[in-house]
């Protein structure tokens, strides 16, 4: 079956380092990946989409790379703050179809 | 400005009583979704609408149902609400275009059950 996994469930990192967060799929080719973050008690909040025909995007501080063949993407965080922690979520879909699933998520620590 | 809004954001139901969440949006988006998501897990996509058509997952329990009367509501219903239902539940929605495929969810319910 498909399945969309985030392999650490917690990382705990120094504030200015660079937060490198993973997710890695099995058994499908999903036609866009997407990061969210989620603080306690709150709904996601969207952050990047990449699609399968881009390596990179970039958002202020934010990074998102798509390896097809490795079937992963990586999230990073550069000159990452305390402000910064929080959960964050990969999600996954299709073009042809219109659900999004959900890993189980990182959830980033930045220490002062 | 909110644009996907849940009510109520809490709510306690007794054992086996039935149980409405509502969750309304001011996106005009096709999509809607519910999700529960249980403590540190990710969020479960239990179904969602494209405009009308309803799509079920196969791992959904029958004890949860869902209704959608039109483009700016949505409803989940819990028939019959066990220990084991517990969780924030989640709506999002979403417009599926090729540019912007992201979901707007609303800040959920916290269902507890006694």
């Known amino acids: 079956s498909q399945k969309i996994e985030q392999n650490s469930e917690a990382l705990n990192i120094q504030e200015g380092k660079t937060a490198t967060l993973t997710c890695n799929y099995t058994?499908?080719?999903?036609?866009?990946l997407q990061w969210y973050r989620q603080d306690p008690g709150r709904g996601p909040v969207f952050l990047l989409l990449?699609?399968?025909?881009?390596k990179e995007k970039r958002k202020e501080r934010l990074k998102v790379t798509f390896d097809t063949t490795l079937k992963q993407s990586l999230f990073h965080i550069t000159a990452s703050q305390p402000a910064d922690s929080a959960t964050y979520l990969c999600?996954?879909?299709?073009?042809?179809?219109?659900?999004?699933?959900f890993g189980s998520g990182t959830r980033l620590s930045i220490r002062p | 400005d909110a644009m996907v809004i849940q009510n109520p954001r809490y709510q306690v139901t007794q054992f086996g009583k039935p149980v409405t969440l509502s969750c309304s949006q001011t996106?005009?988006?096709?999509?809607m979704y519910w999700y529960q998501q249980k403590s540190s897990q990710a969020p479960k996509l239990l179904f969602h609408?494209?405009?009308?058509?309803?799509?079920n997952e196969a791992d959904t329990p029958d004890n949860f149902q869902s209704r959608r009367p039109n483009t700016s509501f949505c409803f989940l219903d819990i028939r019959s609400p066990g220990l084991g239902d517990a969780a924030m539940y989640l709506c999002?929605?979403?417009?599926?275009?090729?540019?912007?495929?992201?979901?707007?969810f609303g800040q959920g319910t916290r269902l507890t059950v006694v």
């Open positions: 609408y494209y405009d009308k058509d309803f799509n």
């Open positions: 999600a996954s879909g299709y073009s042809s179809a219109s659900k999004i699933i």
């Open positions: 996106l005009n988006h096709n999509v």
């Open positions: 999002a929605t979403s417009r599926i275009r090729t540019e912007n495929t992201e979901a707007f």
């Open positions: 058994n499908y080719s999903p036609a866009y």
């Open positions: 990449i699609r399968e025909n881009e």
